[in-house]
């Protein structure tokens, strides 16, 4: 790794919110630490990160992230062990992705120096606030947005990239039913579905409140071309498993690459179960859990870890998925937390020590 010249500088805040939150109860994503990163780009260069007291941040009303949504970010987890560790999960991966979106939107690629050691200072600082409770995680949120002025509709000369921390819990809280899109499309070819952008997720809340009108919780989005291929879910990757064979569609330029689903094969694999990366056609998935063979769904994620699909509505109509204890979502979730809150043995070298 390249390393920063100049140290980062850190501003305590005064007071610490850290006694008024309930552990026991964490919502997804609600609460932030006492800190946060910031780093600013200005004439053309990534400035040193600085850590400041969380808190509001000022911005010029012609900032083109409000006018053209230069907006990119990243999720990733804190975990603490037994003994107090606290672990970071592929954080390489996370940085990558961060630069493939930045690229996507014209927004100057990061560091990996920025990125790697701005992160490990705010979580060395932040480390009472990665939460110890079963299940419970400091969710980490990098986020980068152009802060530069302008009506002139093209890439601003000034961003920003933040790093903002929040102990969380379960994202999804009860069962999974997702809702199988016929009309809306979350990505096209060509088009930013890879990167994670913000206005993807924007584009997703209309149709997504329209499935969670009627039960849901999220959307499976399928191809815009034809709406006959199951692609990946609101906030996470999916996995279906027909019969013994675990299945995910491949990714491509509409598809988030998670970082959780490719965890997931690798793991899958060597548990001996076998897998297919192929199109999954919405046609088969109807199939399968009329005649039986469709055993499970699950959606795979950071937020989401991995959570089981309980249900999928397709055309007006529900197909139930069966009731099943120890499935492949079990086994898989099982190991690949293991991993993640260093209870087993990490033979992929994952982990990363903060
Ligand atoms: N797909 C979408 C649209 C997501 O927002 C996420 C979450 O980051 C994922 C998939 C899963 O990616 P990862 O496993 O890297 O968190
Ligand atoms: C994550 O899993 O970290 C994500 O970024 C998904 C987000 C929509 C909560």
Known sequence: MDTMVNTISVEKATTSKIHDVDFDNLSFGNTYTDHMLVCDFKNGTWNTPKILPYGPITLDPSSKIFHYGQSIFEGMKAYKDDSGGVWLFRPLENWKRLNRSAKRLAIPELP??????????????EKDWVPKNPGSSLYIRPFMFASGTGFHASPADEYKFIIALAPSGAYFSGKVKVKIEETYSRAANGGVGYAKAGGNYAGQFYPTQLAVEKGYQQVIWTDDNEHKYIEEAGAMNVFVRINDVLVTAPTNDRILDGITRKSILDIAKGEGIPTEIRKISVDEVVESAKNGSLKEMFGAGTAAVVSPIAAFGY??????????????????????????????????????KV
Do not use: C
């Open 112 to 125: 990996e120096s920025h990125f790697m050691e701005g992160l490990v200072s705010l979580l060395q600082l």
């Open 315 to 352: 055309q007006q109509k529900d197909y139930e998925l069966p009731e099943i204890s120890n499935g492949y979502a079990t086994l898989l979730k099982n190991r690949i937390t293991d991993i993640q809150y260093n209870r087993a043995d990490d033979p992929y070298g994952w982990r990363y």
